[in-house]
């Protein structure tokens, strides 16, 4: 593999001076940090409060589970690695635990949990097959009679964090080194002069000039580049992530069962989601959403269902709406190769890869150069 000094300028590239990132959102808010910390005056545009998207209501499991292509895999892992710098500075922290994964199929012709595991063993992702009797010597809080009957992968190496906590954090550093926070004048949109993004407008007419803008707007990825010419595929879903009030269980690692999702909170509750559950969810005409009682129902029986003693859950709170996801299912990082100054990041997984898109898109925008480890994922396999 070719080695790139990504804070080194590329023989053709310019210096860049001034960067817009809009989105504060997992991706925007890591990518501005890390500009930050490369030195480049950074401003953050994001319509209204940061976090207010996919980042606000995820499950968050930190993985790279099951079968992806080498390249993808990759970078997952080496978005868990950043994931546990983090939690080594961190090692007491509420909101980012490493505590492993627990994983079982349904009892029917689509359990692949044997294939999983040998898929995992193979590549060395750390994975343990265990039968239901033997799950409460890996992890507690799991109710074993709901286990079927091919038994369960408990990965060890798995984690969840509390995105709303790290965005947070990220910009607590991002200001303290000097970033700039636009998040009361709407939505904003990229500026294309001469064939180049030269800045950001906003909907309340405010207009910032950068040599190069980060579209990180989640779900709006798609749309908004399209305005530019730009295809990029989505297959964006709405989604419905329940919060349980602090209860008594004792779950630590995240599970991920035929039914229900689910993982621990900072506060002591739980966060569940399911696929069930989130095609039950109606988007009325105006693009507002329904949430039917009956499915913040089932999803608390069936996350009962599944814990140690079968606890009651009420429900905290809920969140609901567009979780993007690109059309191939791949994440799509870098700049668009008819727009120089134009980057995108738009991704399923981004609690995962949020530490490590950031990283690499930073270090991309400072530099001029393209990163390898994100050769696979390029806007423009989409033509
Ligand atoms: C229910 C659910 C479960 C998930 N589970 C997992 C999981 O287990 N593991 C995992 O790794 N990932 C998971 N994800 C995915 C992960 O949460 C997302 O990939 C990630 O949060 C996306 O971050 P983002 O920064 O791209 O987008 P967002 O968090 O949506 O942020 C985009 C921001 O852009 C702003 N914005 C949009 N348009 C404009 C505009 N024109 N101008 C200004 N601002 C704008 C929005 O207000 C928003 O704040 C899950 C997601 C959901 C919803």
Redesign the pocket.
């Known amino acids: 593999m070719k080695v790139h000094d990504m804070n080194s300028l590329s023989p053709t590239s310019k210096p860049v001076s001034r960067v817009i990132v809009?989105?504060?959102?997992?991706?925007?808010?890591s990518s501005a940090v890390h500009l930050a910390r490369l030195g480049i005056p950074t401003t953050l545009?994001?319509?209204?409060?940061?976090?207010?998207?996919?980042?606000?209501?995820?499950?968050?499991?930190?993985?790279s589970s099951r079968m992806r292509s080498e390249a993808y895999h990759r970078l997952r892992m080496v978005g868990i690695d950043r994931y546990r710098t983090l939690a080594a500075k961190y090692p007491d922290a509420s909101w980012l635990r490493f505590e492993g994964g627990l994983t079982w199929d349904a009892d029917d012709s689509t359990n692949e949990i044997a294939d999983v595991y040998a898929h995992e063993r193979l590549i060395g992702y750390d994975a343990q097959h265990v039968v239901p009797d033997g799950i409460a010597a890996v992890t507690p809080g799991v109710d074993a009679r709901a286990v079927t009957r091919q038994g369960a992968l408990f990965n060890p190496g798995e984690g969840?964090v509390d995105?709303p906590s790290l965005i947070e954090l990220l910009l607590e550093e991002f200001l303290a080194r000097g970033g700039k926070l636009v998040s009361d004048s709407?939505?904003?949109?990229v500026v294309i002069k001469d064939g180049r993004a030269s800045g950001v407008m906003?909907?309340s007419g405010a207009s910032f000039e950068a040599d190069a803008v980060l579209l990180?707007?989640?779900?709006?990825?798609p749309r908004?580049v399209k305005k530019a010419g730009q295809h990029i595929a989505d297959a964006t879903p709405i989604?419905?992530?329940v919060r349980t009030t602090p209860g008594q269980h004792d779950l630590r690692a995240?599970l991920n069962t035929p039914r229900v999702?689910i993982?621990p909170t900072p506060t002591g509750g739980l966060a569940l989601?399911s696929a069930w559950s989130?095609e039950e969810v109606v988007t009325r005409p105006d693009g507002s959403y329904e949430v039917k009682n009956s499915t913040l129902q089932g999803l608390l029986d069936e996350a009962s269902k599944v814990l140690q003693g079968n606890p009651t859950l009420e429900i905290e709170s809920y969140?609901v709406?567009?979780?993007?996801i690109p059309g191939d299912g791949d994440p799509v990082f870098g700049e668009l190769k008819d727009i120089p100054g134009y980057y995108v990041?738009?991704?399923?997984?981004?609690?995962?890869?949020?530490l490590i898109a950031g990283e690499l898109l930073a270090g991309e925008i400072a530099s001029g150069n393209r990163h390898p480890l994100l050769d696979s994922f390029r806007p423009e396999r989409f033509g």
């Open positions: 809009i989105g504060g959102g997992i991706f925007g808010i545009v994001n319509n209204g409060p940061v976090a207010n998207g996919a980042s606000g209501r995820s499950l968050a499991w930190l993985n969840w995105l709407g939505r904003a949109e906003t909907a990180a707007t989640g779900p709006d990825v908004m989604a419905l992530l995240v999702a993982r989601d989130e969140g709406g567009p979780k993007p990041a738009f991704s399923h997984s981004g609690a995962t890869l949020g």
